[in-house]
């Protein structure tokens, strides 16, 4: 008889035996998405070939499918291996704010806490919430009925003009808080909420983040604990507990906030080094880049230009070709023409001469042409 590990790996092998059956390529939308997740990784961990992501995209979108089955799974949690100071997970250590991020099975933080009988409030987006907001009171409640627990679970919108109020109060009452500390595409800047956010290095790149987080464990003297998921190439699930981030009483709020969600980006970027195949922050962390002012470095005197495949990708899509600009992901529509001349430069003897002075001069400008 198969133990509940062997029937939890055979089930994954079902997933990934599925999955390799699908062409991607020809699944809608994905040549952007992919293009997109390469920008990011080229951009934030230049030292990982170009020639190798797609490969990691590929990873990434298995990892989602088994992430989905994880949240379906109610043994899953209780397969997890725990590492670091772990004992922070148990409900006499609470109230936490448990910071996580988007790596691996990263849904197996509230069931772990959950099954531990921690009171827990998940902190979430309205979209996040809307879309799988009911698999996961599916899986709480699944949990509750086969363990006997009664614990308090709750989910609070991040977008909600009373979510900071509403938080504070769940931790004074003793009550922990997870949170996803790497964003979401909904929960990304948007003009007029500059004071919101704080900037903080990540890789080869400085990301906006929002310092509630900090902002909440000074006001209600709460540790953070930073909390990493991770899947092992033998598919088990690891949750690794990091050092807490205490607030000191009567610090400044703003420095404490600066100093503290340093340390989140910190504490993560070595399990991204290490698992890039499984952060879907890849998808969207081009939302919290701060901008670059890209310099025009290019002179006219160059006698044989060619097209920057280090800043643009070609895309062909069924609506018309595409130029992605993989420094200020921006996209250019752009007609056939122009897309085959930029394929072939190699057989034009003068630029200028086909496309004319004026557009000429703004692919110089654009370092379209280099």
């Not at 808080?177 to 990304?188: N, R, Y």
Request: hydrophobic letters at 35%.
């Amino acid at each position: 008889m198969l133990t509940t590990r062997q029937l939890y790996k055979q089930e994954l092998a079902n997933c990934r035996e599925h999955f390799e059956q699908i062409d991607l390529p020809k699944e809608r939308g994905y040549l952007m998405k992919y293009t997109t997740f390469s920008a990011n990784v080229e951009n934030i961990l230049p030292s990982i070939p170009r020639q190798e992501h797609e490969a990691l995209f590929r990873e990434l979108l298995l990892q989602q499918v088994f992430t989905t089955f994880d949240q379906k799974c109610l043994t899953a949690g209780d397969l997890v291996k725990l590492r670091g100071a772990h004992d922070v997970l148990n409900k006499e250590y609470s109230p936490k704010i448990y910071c996580t991020y988007h790596l691996g099975s990263y849904r197996l933080l509230t069931s772990v806490l959950f099954r531990k009988g921690v009171d827990c409030v998940l902190l979430v987006g309205s979209n996040m919430n809307r879309s799988q907001g009911d698999q996961m009171a599916e899986h709480i409640e699944g949990l509750r009925q086969k363990h006997g627990l009664t614990n308090v679970f709750r989910v609070v919108e991040a977008g909600s003009p009373s979510a900071g109020l509403t938080v504070l109060r769940e931790l004074k009452a003793g009550r922990s808080l997870i949170v996803f500390v790497d964003g979401s595409p909904e929960t990304a800047p948007e003009p007029g909420e500059e004071s919101q956010f704080l900037s903080v290095r990540f890789g080869q790149r400085r990301v906006l983040t929002r310092k509630g987080v900090g902002y909440l464990s000074h006001a209600a003297g709460v540790p953070i604990v930073p909390v990493v998921s991770y899947r092992q190439p033998d598919t088990t699930n690891v949750l690794h507990c990091l050092k807490q981030i205490r607030p000191i009483v009567r610090s400044d709020r703003d420095m404490y906030c600066q100093e503290a969600m340093q340390q989140l980006y910190d504490s993560f970027w070595p399990f991204v080094k290490q698992y890039p195949g499984q952060w879907e922050g890849w998808n969207f962390i081009h939302l919290f880049l701060e901008p670059e002012v890209v310099k025009n470095k290019l002179s006219y005197r160059i006698k044989r230009l060619a097209f920057n495949e280090n800043r643009y990708t070609l895309c062909d899509l069924e609506q018309a070709p595409i130029l992605f600009d993989r420094k200020l992901y921006q996209t250019y529509e752009i007609t056939e023409d122009l897309r085959d001349l930029l394929l072939n430069l190699h057989e034009v003897d003068s630029v200028e001469e086909v496309v004319g002075q004026e557009m000429f001069s703004e692919l110089v400008d654009m370092e379209i042409l280099h």
